[in-house]
């Protein structure tokens, strides 16, 4: 396994990294996801502890807290050998206080994620999503008082816009609060809007990346193929409405590309897709998932080898997509792009 400093931090994290958004199977989308009890999560744990996979990403929405539930049993006795992520934010009632990122709610939100982790610290605490109606002081205020007190040892962020990162960035070196380390961000070849701004931004401030579905939601699995019904077994007949949209003709063009390379190196398709995102800029690990064992040995598979550089430009652009304004023109003019050079 390759380690990585996770953004500026000194903490060294795996490259690939385990989602356990598949622990607990509670819900119509989670349960789509996958159902592991303890006992499966435990067998996906061993091996993935035994390829040097160490970081564990979950959050108090995934399966209504069953995921922190299913992961704090099935490594208890062995916390110590890994390292967990978990993110908090999104609603976990109906209630005026049950979502969001208030000190009210935040610390409840720690709380209920240690019990149910079992555990008295938490690695990484990411905020799920932004909440315009808490003053992002509170919010920082209240994640330095949780570093403080030993319950969070690093923070960061999710699915945040530009603009609320770096705000959240520029008020924390105001006060000498915790900086968000990493940014967990949607990234793949069907999605690659995270290079427009949110790179550029990790590059210049040393936000790293925590990629989560490298494979576009389902779609590069190398199940689908342009001409052919979605297979019965995928998981997309259930959860597509929740997922990134990607248009059906690039999403072609970028299977075919991917085909074409995994017959070249003898790699499968997903793996072919995690590598492509390991070589990209600001990314600290790449988030894999898996239902089962098979999964999670063919995604294991994209560590240990790299790309060349023809077939990173024929993903490349099979990928390609025109960002939207104000970041076309450095792509299509020439003033622009010397001024300020696209990061990939």
Partial sequence: MEYRTLGASGLKVPALSFGTGTFGGKGPLFSAWGNSDVEDARRLIDICLDAGVTLFDTADVYSDGG???VLGAAIRGRRDKLLISTKTGLP?????????LSRHRLIGAVE????RLGTDYIDLLQLHAFDAFTPVEEVLHTLDTLVRAGKVRYIGASNFAGWQLMKS???ADRHGWPR???HQVYYSLTGRDYEWELMPLGLDQKVGALVWSPLGWGRLTGKIRRGQPIPQGSRLHDTAQWGPPVDEERLYRIVDALDAVAAETGRSVPQVAIAWLLARPTV???IIGARNEAQLRDNLGAIGWTLDPGQIARLDAASDVMPAYPYYPYRTQEGFARLNPMPV
């Avoid at 976990?92 to 969001?100: C, I, Q, T, V």
């Avoid at 209920?112 to 019990?115: E, P, Q, S």
């Fill in 67 to 69: 995921s922190e539930e």
């Fill in 112 to 115: 209920a994620a240690l019990r």
């Fill in 284 to 286: 600290s690990s790449v």
């Fill in 169 to 171: 960035l520029a008020i």
């Fill in 180 to 182: 968000h380390v990493v």
């Fill in 92 to 100: 976990m009632g109906d209630g005026p206080n049950d979502a969001g």
